[in-house]
């Protein structure tokens, strides 16, 4: 098996998926794709069963929220290929109020706890996720604290100094 | 020898062969010299307890010689550390599992108001869910505060009449916070 690089990754894709990928780049080494939402699960399949790419282990999933762009909510997939120690992004950039992505728990079960936690913090809905609901905070909150759509702090409070703390 | 320091008679009539003073400063003595802390620690403020707790501050002096871990005779809760909203619940069911005569002491900036955790994960000082005694401030508090803390507990405890839990002001406390009490 030849040593993968990120070229060959991309040819590879290339010649199942043709051109429904767009690359962003490769910021430290990192290839980073980004694909449609309906797509997504096929690539994270192909890239996980195919006997070249063998990405088989899933890293992380998590969310951005960019509240100025059409596609306001992007999830973050971050898959290891173990053998020969590379990874990939894939980012998929859905739309709101309520986004909408299908599962990765059809292909990892490690992703249900992901899942959760993206759900819980963005509001970010996984279709046909076998149990979705809060992780970390708890069940009574009714905002998604991790989108950018709270004023900041008033910077000219004082009572929580440090001055009043003994620090 | 080191000097052996005993706890004051209450105020009282003394003479030949007895002593009489009123049964709620005996009580009050009594109770103040044997505190039995609950510590409800989770952060930083837990080790300071722990230190507090050590053989060079030596909590033990006071009477409080054994930490509980239960609220089972449990009388002393000393809640350290940052409360988040999701624990709430649990910090208010040990409280209630606590038998009377019972006090609180919210040990550090987070317990008694939330601390630098300004934030919507975490509550805003303990006194939101259960009645509190005493704060002791600090970031964290050094043993000397906690231990100054548990001092000011025991006057607390040494002037507080016997049938506190039945007076209406107590009641009214506990039905502002929604615990339920259920001895008449």
């Given at each position: 098996m030849d040593k993968l690089n990120n070229q060959l990754i991309i040819e590879r894709m290339e010649s199942q998926?043709?051109?429904?990928?767009?690359?962003?780049g490769e910021p430290h080494g990192l290839l980073t794709i980004s694909v449609e939402a309906d797509q997504i699960i096929a690539f994270l399949q192909f890239l996980k069963e195919d006997e070249n790419l063998?990405?088989?282990?899933?890293t992380d999933i998590t969310g951005v929220h960019y509240?100025?762009?059409?596609?306001a909510f992007h999830i973050v997939y971050h898959v290891y290929n173990m053998l020969q120690n590379i990874r990939l992004r894939i980012k998929v950039a859905v739309a709101g109020p309520i986004p909408t992505v299908p599962t990765a728990t059809v292909l990892w079960h490690g992703a249900n706890w992901m899942e959760r936690e993206t759900y819980d913090f963005f509001g970010i809905i996984f279709e046909g996720h076998p149990d979705l609901r809060r992780i970390?905070?708890?069940?009574?909150?009714?905002?998604?604290?991790?989108?950018?759509e709270y004023p900041l702090e008033d910077?000219?409070?004082?009572?929580?100094?440090d001055f009043y703390f003994g620090r | 020898m080191s000097k052996v320091t005993l706890a004051e008679a209450p105020p009282g009539v003394e003479g030949a062969g007895f002593f009489a003073t009123r049964l709620d400063k005996a009580i009050g003595l009594a109770r103040a010299n044997s505190l039995w802390p609950l510590p409800f620690a989770t952060s930083c403020c837990g080790i300071e307890f722990m230190a507090t707790m050590?053989?060079?501050?030596?909590?033990?002096?006071?009477?409080?010689?054994?930490?509980?871990?239960?609220?089972?005779?449990?009388?002393m809760l000393l809640v350290m550390g940052t409360i988040a909203k999701k624990m709430a619940p649990v910090l208010k069911q040990v409280y209630v599992q606590m038998a009377e005569p019972r006090w609180v002491i919210a040990v550090g900036a987070c317990a008694s108001s939330g601390g630098i955790f300004d934030?919507?994960?975490?509550?805003?000082?303990i006194d939101e869910i259960i009645p509190v005694d005493v704060y002791v401030p600090g970031c964290p508090p050094r043993p000397e505060a906690i231990l100054d803390g548990v001092l000011m507990l025991q006057e607390i405890v040494k002037n507080e009449s016997l049938n506190r839990r039945n007076t209406p002001e107590y009641k009214a406390l506990l039905e502002k916070y929604g615990i339920i009490t259920d001895n008449g």
């Open positions: 998926f043709g051109s429904t990928f767009v690359v962003l063998r990405f088989n282990y899933l509240p100025k762009e059409e596609k970390l905070n708890m069940d009574e909150l009714d905002v998604f604290p991790m989108r950018k910077p000219n409070r004082v009572d929580k100094k | 050590g053989s060079t501050y030596d909590l033990a002096r006071f009477g409080a010689e054994r930490p509980s871990f239960s609220p089972r005779q449990a009388d934030t919507y994960s975490v509550l805003q000082g």
